[in-house]
T-cell receptor
């Protein structure tokens, strides 16, 4: 019954080795978000898709890219992970069609960079 | 810069007591307010949302909003050890366009002592 699914749940990568995190949703929500959360900090919005429209936060490093091939899937690509990119990455969705303001979070992917 | 502030804690309360969590925000245009609970290593889950001044109750939880003072709080009655978690306050500014941004506070760590 999972509504927002993230894979993998844990990802270990090497310094500089590209990595892709996946998010899928069964809710048919039109907005999808990617957040980065480091220990004891608030989730930090990286970017979001409003339907196919991509919105990048001004302070999101160029090292982070995203793709949304269809409504259900969204990917986060980290082109050259650094040690500072180790964090929990959270995907969330929202349905503006119903006027909803609530974001539904996936379980997160914990990224470790060696 | 729009900010959401919370006491980082940790806040410790005995089992059965009332836990009071506070949040202030800087943007007077903010319209929607959310409380998320986040267990260690897990993703945030929505506890309460409130849009209008006053109190909103849901079971053991009460959210209180005072827009004039730019203050929102969460009360947890009859606190249980299972309530021990970090509580994130989140704010959305007025929806002027299709784009909206959720701003999270840093979270307050709550520990309920048996």
């Amino acid at each position: 019954d999972a509504m927002v699914i993230q894979n993998p749940r844990y990802q270990v990568t090497q310094f500089g080795k590209p990595v892709t995190l996946s998010c899928s949703q069964t809710l048919n929500h039109n907005v999808m978000y990617w957040y980065q959360q480091k220990s004891s900090q608030a989730p930090k919005l990286l970017f979001h898709y409003y339907d196919k429209d991509f919105n990048n936060e001004a302070d999101t490093p160029d090292n982070f890219q995203s793709r949304r091939p269809n409504t259900s899937f969204c990917f986060l690509d980290i082109r050259s992970p650094g040690l500072g990119d180790a964090a929990m990455y959270l995907c969330a969705t929202r349905d503006t069609g119903t006027g909803g303001l609530i974001q539904y979070f996936g379980p997160g992917t914990r990224l470790l960079v060696l | 810069q729009k900010e959401v502030e919370q006491n980082s804690g940790p806040l410790s309360v005995p089992e059965g007591a009332i836990a009071s969590l506070n949040c202030t925000y800087s943007d007077r245009g903010s319209q929607s307010f959310f409380w998320y609970r986040q267990y260690s290593g897990k993703s945030p889950e929505l506890i309460m949302f409130i849009y209008s001044n006053g109190d909103k109750e849901d079971g053991r939880f009460t959210a209180q909003l005072n827009k004039a003072s730019q203050y929102v709080s969460l009360l947890i009655r009859d606190s249980q050890p299972s309530d021990s978690a970090t509580y994130l306050c989140a704010v959305i500014e007025a929806l002027k366009t299709s784009y909206d941004k959720v701003i999270f506070g840093p979270g307050t760590s709550l520990s309920v002592i048996p």
